[in-house]
């Protein structure tokens, strides 16, 4: 396996579940179409129990906790499964907590200064979200030249469209998003609909430059 969560696919699906029952069938649409990491947001009072299904009932996706705010939430996430933890911003607190649990961790960032503090404590790879309101592109682009140590992976905003243009950029690894797990396929458990928009999704990276 790859040693970067950056590197496992060009699309971190984020998924938001109200029923913890769906959350096999989803991880197993999402990894027949080439999508194996996938985060379950702490959004809802199921999500930790979302996470426990998908990994005993399916080793082969690397099942994260999104939203991760807190450090108990750390140490819940990684009780029930989680792989990988990301956050949607971070402090010291937070920081040691997640280096501590063990598990790969892309802690949140919008502002340049974020990335800098990070960057002095030895962390590389992060998230930057939300990704459009925060400067998208552009924002990223820019900060390619005075922090090429830095690794993102934006969310927030990004639809199918938008993606290859933020992994063309040499600073993004791959992008989240929560395109390929709609709404009204969730609600109509329409698991084949989800696979389809996954492995389109999965070919997002070979749009971009080598």
């Known amino acids: 396996m790859t040693s970067s969560l950056l590197d496992l696919a060009p699309v971190i699906p984020v998924v938001v579940l109200d029923d913890a029952s769906d959350a096999v069938p989803l991880a197993r649409a999402l990894v027949a179409g080439g999508l194996p990491a996938i985060e379950i947001t702490l959004r809802t009072p199921t999500a930790l129990d979302a996470i426990r299904a998908v990994s005993a009932e399916v080793p082969e996706a690397m099942v994260g ?3 991760v705010i807190t450090p108990e939430a750390v ?3 990684v009780r029930a499964g989680a792989r990988f933890l990301v ?4 402090t010291d607190t ?5 280096r501590d649990s063990g598990v790969p961790f892309l802690p949140g960032v919008s502002t340049t200064s974020e990335v800098v ?3 002095e404590r030895g962390v590389t790879e992060m998230k930057f979200f939300p ?8 924002y990223l682009k820019s900060l390619a030249g005075p922090l090429p140590a830095a690794r993102f992976c934006p ?5 199918a469209a938008s993606a290859p243009s933020y992994l063309s950029l040499p600073n993004v690894g791959c992008v989240g998003g929560t395109w390929m797990v709609p709404a009204d396929a969730l609600a109509a458990k329409d698991w084949d ?10 070919t997002l990276r070979e749009t971009r430059r080598p």
């Open 65 to 67: 906790a999104g939203t």
């Open 75 to 77: 140490t819940d996430s």
């Open 87 to 90: 956050s949607p911003g971070w």
């Open 94 to 98: 937070l920081l040691s907590a997640m």
């Open 117 to 119: 503090a990070l960057l």
């Open 131 to 138: 990704a459009e309101a925060a400067g998208g592109i552009g």
């Open 155 to 159: 969310t927030g905003g990004i639809v």
């Open 193 to 202: 609909r989800v696979e389809s928009l996954a492995r389109e999704a999965a």
